[in-house]
């Protein structure tokens, strides 16, 4: 898991929680505007969350 921000010209930075680990797929399992220097820990839980969806999914 990682992350990154993406930023326009006048526009609020987007963080984007992102894992790569396959192959055949990029998962983005969560996206928020940037407001503050930290992320919020129900923004973590959230990812977390949705991330062991995505890899009980995925060995299915």
Do not use: C, N, W
């Given at each position: 898991?990682?992350?990154?921000?993406?930023?326009?010209?006048?526009?609020?930075?987007?963080?984007?929680?992102?894992?790569?680990?396959?192959?055949?797929?990029?998962?983005?399992?969560?996206?928020?505007?940037?407001?503050?220097?930290?992320t919020?820990?129900?923004?973590?839980?959230?990812?977390?969350?949705?991330?062991?969806?995505?890899?009980?999914?995925?060995?299915?």
């Amino acid at each position: 898991m990682g992350f990154s921000d993406a930023r326009g010209k006048d526009i609020a930075i987007i963080r984007i929680r992102y894992i790569a680990g396959f192959e055949d797929a990029l998962f983005i399992p969560h996206a928020f505007v940037k407001k503050t220097q930290k992320t919020s820990r129900r923004d973590l839980e959230l990812v977390r969350e949705r991330l062991g969806l995505i890899m009980k999914e995925r060995r299915s």
